[in-house]
């Protein structure tokens, strides 16, 4: 297989006409939720499965990256870890703090932190930024797949507490579970005004794209923090 | 202010003006975070940056102690915090779940021994649990005791002949399904029992099983108190609420609790109303049993005066 660089640390693996998005594996010789490994040249890589992750949707929907190898990052809703270990390969000298609401998804994301150094669990309602507000410190990258209704405002009071100025936010919004009933379009509208147009939020859209055919009804955006 | 591993003062310059940092004992460590989690107060301020503040506390001496440090803490905190979120209702809605599989295992099973059998014997004119007991006991036609009421019938049968050999296969097959009715019969009562400890009220006004199944669909008796009682109402009837929320439908009257006898026994002309008024019943039933757990016959009574009054109206 033939690698290119997509993104920093962030990679594709050709083989014939087939294209796959992958990271480098931080933990060799271990899968975490039964990937796929390839050796290429000394180097073991992880295949990144866009239809599994709201993430790699959005990196091949040519959504930009924001993440480099030192980044500190802010995970909300890491569920069992599947999309949180390919980040903590992205980031593999900086953090990723892992927020999970869930005490059953969490007991599956347990063994993936045991792992790798550089994922930190927390066991906490992302709602309530306060109740981690004495372990996290400001981070360059916040990530949110929470699928909540009240999902923007529930990013927008962890922008304003965690992160940096000049750092992004990067969510997938899921019109089914904000409302399941409106028409997607709507929900994505109303979600990114209750982001946006807040006076002093500081925040500035950069790009906005749907995660189909990977993800029915989900958009991807990207938002920078301007100071 | 606090912080995972300090007590810390910050001077308005920003440098720290006192701190305790605490020792480097992971359980510890994890206790005080749940501590915070659950109350959060004091917290640092946004762009209050821990890692540095730890150095310079001397809390730890580099980047990599601090990370290390906190990971461990984390994941000891995050194992506390699993081990503590089960709750007693748990093991209810796992009661509830193994009911409604073991039914359907069972009525698989039944429904093959009753074509088998009834190749053989098809004048017995038993069906599932009767058929299986029957089967698991006498075995093949020819083996009924002298005294068995189908001796006559048996006798001039027209089912297929079968053998030793196909005797013991069918009946060990049927021995295994009557022990899955009867695990269903412990079962069952295991959850009368627990549903009238740890849900009374719940149970006086819906009855175990109805009770039970309702706090398994809401994921536990506190999601359930905390329900609207027009959702518990139609909990159960997903497809018709969504489709009636599309605009394509009337309404649902109610979901699950139509197997409640008040409303399965009703004329559909009340059965609105019915519904309406065990709904609210059943949510303030809960609600007393996940914030008190001792049983209030009024609820009971105001419910039984509704419906009468109901019936009263519909005459």
């Given at each position: 297989?033939?690698?290119?660089i997509?993104?920093e640390?962030?990679?594709?693996?050709?083989?014939?006409?087939?294209?796959?998005?992958?990271?480098?594996?931080?933990?060799?010789?271990?899968?975490v939720?039964?990937?796929?490994?390839?050796?290429?040249?000394?180097?073991?890589?992880?295949?990144?499965?866009?239809?599994?992750?709201?993430?790699?949707?959005?990196l091949?929907?040519?959504?930009?990256?924001?993440?480099?190898t030192?980044?500190?990052?802010?995970?909300?809703?890491?569920?069992?870890?599947?999309?949180?270990?390919?980040?903590?390969?992205?980031?593999?000298?900086?953090?990723?703090y892992?927020?999970?609401?869930?005490?059953?998804?969490?007991?599956?994301?347990?063994?993936?932190?045991?792992?790798?150094?550089?994922?930190?669990?927390?066991?906490?309602?992302?709602?309530?930024?306060?109740?981690?507000?004495?372990v996290?410190?400001?981070?360059?990258?916040?990530?949110?797949?929470?699928?909540?209704?009240?999902?923007?405002?529930?990013?927008?009071?962890?922008?304003?507490?965690?992160?940096?100025?000049?750092?992004?936010?990067?969510?997938?919004?899921?019109?089914?579970?904000?409302?399941?009933?409106?028409?997607?379009?709507?929900?994505?509208?109303?979600?990114?005004?209750?982001?946006?147009?807040?006076?002093?939020?500081?925040?500035?859209?950069?790009?906005?794209?749907?995660?189909?055919?990977?993800?029915?009804?989900?958009?991807?955006?990207?938002?920078?923090?301007?100071? | 202010?606090?912080?995972?591993?300090?007590?810390?003062e910050?001077?308005?310059?920003?440098?720290?003006a006192?701190?305790?940092?605490?020792?480097?004992?992971?359980?510890?460590?994890?206790?005080?975070?749940?501590?915070?989690q659950?109350?959060?107060?004091?917290i640092?301020?946004a762009?209050?940056?821990?890692?540095?503040?730890?150095?310079?506390?001397?809390?730890?001496?580099?980047?990599?102690?601090?990370?290390?440090?906190?990971?461990?803490?984390?994941i000891?905190?995050?194992?506390?915090?699993?081990?503590?979120?089960?709750?007693?209702?748990?093991?209810?809605?796992?009661?509830?779940?193994?009911?409604?599989?073991?039914?359907?295992?069972?009525?698989?099973?039944?429904?093959?021994?009753?074509?088998?059998?009834?190749?053989h014997?098809?004048?017995?004119?038993?069906?599932?649990?009767?058929?299986?007991?029957?089967?698991?006991?006498?075995?093949?036609?020819?083996?009924?005791?002298?005294?068995s009421?189908?001796?006559?019938?048996?006798?001039?049968?027209?089912?297929?002949?079968?053998?030793?050999?196909?005797?013991?296969?069918?009946?060990?097959?049927?021995?295994?399904?009557?022990?899955?009715?009867?695990?269903?019969?412990?079962?069952?009562s295991?959850?009368?029992k627990?549903?009238?400890?740890?849900?009374?009220?719940?149970?006086?006004?819906?009855?175990?099983?109805?009770?039970?199944?309702?706090?398994?669909?809401?994921?536990?008796?506190?999601?359930?108190?905390?329900?609207?009682?027009?959702?518990?109402?139609?909990?159960?009837?997903?497809?018709?609420?969504?489709?009636h929320?599309?605009?394509?439908?009337?309404?649902?009257?109610?979901?699950?609790i139509?197997?409640?006898?008040?409303?399965?026994?009703?004329?559909?002309?009340?059965?609105?109303?019915?519904?309406?008024?065990?709904?609210?019943s059943?949510?303030?039933?809960?609600?007393?049993?996940?914030?008190?757990?001792?049983?209030?016959?009024?609820?009971?009574?105001?419910?039984?005066?509704?419906?009468?009054?109901?019936?009263?109206?519909?005459?």
């Amino acid at each position: 297989m033939k690698v290119k660089i997509f993104h920093e640390n962030i990679f594709t693996l050709q083989q014939g006409k087939k294209r796959f998005l992958a990271t480098r594996n931080l933990t060799p010789g271990l899968e975490v939720y039964g990937e796929r490994l390839v050796q290429v040249d000394e180097a073991e890589y992880r295949i990144w499965e866009p239809k599994r992750s709201k993430l790699a949707a959005m990196l091949l929907k040519k959504l930009p990256s924001p993440f480099t190898t030192t980044s500190k990052v802010l995970y909300l809703g890491s569920a069992t870890g599947t999309t949180v270990s390919h980040v903590s390969d992205i980031v593999q000298q900086g953090v990723v703090y892992a927020v999970e609401f869930s005490p059953r998804t969490m007991r599956d994301m347990l063994p993936v932190c045991e792992e790798r150094a550089n994922i930190i669990p927390l066991l906490a309602d992302a709602s309530k930024p306060q109740s981690y507000a004495n372990v996290v410190e400001p981070v360059d990258v916040i990530f949110q797949d929470v699928a909540q209704p009240n999902q923007a405002s529930i990013a927008l009071s962890n922008v304003q507490h965690f992160l940096k100025p000049g750092g992004y936010l990067l969510m997938s919004i899921k019109a089914r579970s904000v409302d399941s009933t409106a028409k997607p379009d709507t929900v994505f509208k109303q979600q990114l005004k209750t982001l946006l147009e807040q006076d002093n939020s500081k925040l500035e859209l950069v790009k906005k794209q749907k995660l189909a055919p990977f993800h029915i009804d989900h958009l991807g955006v990207v938002v920078k923090k301007t100071e | 202010m606090k912080t995972w591993f300090a007590d810390i003062e910050i001077n308005e310059d920003g440098s720290v003006a006192e701190c305790s940092p605490c020792t480097q004992d992971v359980q510890q460590l994890a206790k005080r975070l749940l501590v915070f989690q659950a109350d959060p107060k004091q917290i640092p301020l946004a762009s209050f940056d821990p890692v540095k503040k730890a150095i310079e506390c001397g809390f730890v001496s580099g980047k990599t102690e601090y990370y290390s440090l906190l990971q461990q803490t984390c994941i000891a905190a995050t194992r506390l915090k699993i081990k503590n979120s089960y709750s007693p209702d748990l093991r209810i809605i796992h009661a509830v779940e193994a009911l409604d599989d073991i039914d359907e295992a069972a009525n698989l099973l039944a429904e093959r021994l009753g074509i088998w059998y009834g190749e053989h014997f098809p004048e017995a004119g038993m069906l599932t649990e009767n058929l299986a007991k029957f089967v698991a006991e006498n075995g093949l036609r020819q083996d009924l005791p002298q005294d068995s009421q189908f001796r006559e019938t048996a006798l001039s049968s027209v089912g297929m002949e079968m053998d030793a050999e196909d005797g013991a296969i069918i009946k060990a097959f049927a021995a295994d399904l009557s022990s899955l009715y009867e695990r269903r019969h412990v079962i069952e009562s295991y959850i009368r029992k627990n549903m009238e400890q740890l849900a009374p009220n719940l149970e006086k006004v819906a009855g175990a099983n109805l009770g039970a199944r309702l706090i398994s669909m809401a994921g536990g008796l506190q999601s359930l108190s905390r329900m609207p009682s027009s959702t518990i109402q139609v909990m159960g009837a997903n497809q018709a609420l969504f489709k009636h929320l599309r605009g394509k439908a009337t309404s649902p009257k109610h979901g699950i609790i139509f197997n409640h006898p008040l409303i399965k026994n009703s004329h559909p002309k009340i059965r609105g109303k019915m519904a309406r008024a065990l709904a609210s019943s059943l949510s303030i039933a809960s609600r007393v049993d996940a914030f008190s757990g001792r049983l209030n016959p009024v609820i009971k009574e105001k419910l039984d005066r509704k419906v009468l009054s109901i019936k009263e109206g519909d005459k």
